[in-house]
């Protein structure tokens, strides 16, 4: 027996399935609620609706739980790299160790661009922020790979998922080298791909490049952690592009352009920015006792989560990671670090913070470590798109080979004028 809830309203009597996952709360199902009531769910900002049904990740905002096809994200960011995860979070299992091999394989021959891409890059001036190139590089792609757009060809999905993930750090690198005006650097077969994304961002022809293990590491692991979230913000704008049937390089351009708002993705510039603009530790009470005034528009980046109402579990192991790099950067005294340390401090055992269950989340850390390795704040974004890249393309791949899965078209509850006869305009 399914179980059901019951919706009484004017005597009148409505029942709903409440669906069960795996783990996690139970759902509601309302597909029949206009049918039968002629009434519309309301959740603006979608804080008790789910959108869909899905394998990929699970988070338990309560327990600070990440989970990737069951796997926990501590242990992935620890025993795991990223390729394997994009292994997982595509095919629902860890790689054997063929498996990878040939995986890696696939990413790295094709992490070459179209030559006359590079031609777009020329058409944007120096200071373009990188992440409006890759919303532009991004969407483009689809002029130039027809042979992977068909969105109904099993085979040509996967196509573009490899090519996505796989040209990603190449269209990244070159935002970076085309606005400090040195040349492109092509990917290299023999690297690692967080070793080929250092190598095509700081690299130059003129002499050898080679990056330090820790920071290969290091960049790996940030990519990991950044992988893939269950339906957030850029997620759920894959997927609603995705339902209309546009082509996968459209898709993941929206979910660029979603990511880069300050209050999503753009987070780990903004967060690094507040710690500059904070500067030192004696100036944390203001910035604090703004983020707590109503009537102040500043909120304390890198800080809050829709879903984790406990530590976010990424921010922990960025928290890890960030020392480790400082540590053999020899920056262990980063202005910057005490700044975030002393803020998160201050913060956690504020009574603010703690009745509004505001923690350190993925962006709080990760610009001090990006910024350590000599990225500038306008890429952080960039790196976070790069990453997320898997995580898009696994939901993608997942509603587009639902048999039900439809175009997404919300209702709305409407506060506009009635019907009203048009006026003429000498009647005005
Ligand atoms: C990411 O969804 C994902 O999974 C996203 C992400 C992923 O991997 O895809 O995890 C990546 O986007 C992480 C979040 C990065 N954003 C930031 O760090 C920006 C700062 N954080 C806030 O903008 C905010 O916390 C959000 C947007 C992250 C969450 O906003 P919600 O869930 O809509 O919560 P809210 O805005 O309703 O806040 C609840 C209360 C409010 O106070 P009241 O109106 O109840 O009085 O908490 C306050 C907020 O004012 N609040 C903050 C705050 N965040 C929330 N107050 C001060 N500083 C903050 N950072």
Redesign the pocket.
Known sequence: MTEQVKLVESGKESTFPVLSGTVGPKVIDVRQLYAKTGHFTYDP?F?STASCDSAITY?DGDEGVLLHRGYSIDELAVESDFMEVCYLLLYGELPNAKQKVEFERSVTYHTMLHEQIATFYRGFRRDAHPMAIMCGVVGALSAFYHDSIDINDERQRMIASFRLIAKMPTIAAMAYKYSVGQPFQYPQNNLSYAENFLQMTFGVPCEPYKADPVIVRAMDRIFIL?A????????STVRLAGSSGANPFACIAAGIAC?W????????E??LNMLKEIGTPDRIPEYVRR??D?DDP???????????KNY?P?AKVMQQTCHEVLDKLNKRDEPLLQVAMELEHIALNDS??IE???YP????YSGIILQAIGFPTTMFTAL?ALA?TV?WVAQWNEMIADPSQKIGRPRQLYTGQPYRKFVPVDQR
């Open positions: 900002g804080t988070i950044h893939d979230h269950e339906q957030n913000a850029s997620t990511l708002g300050p209050a999503h993705g753009g987070a780990n903004a967060a983020a707590k109503k500043f909120r304390l980046m890198g800080f809050g989560h829709r879903v984790y976010d990424r603010y913070f509004k269950k505001l989340n993925v962006d709080f976070f997320r995580g």
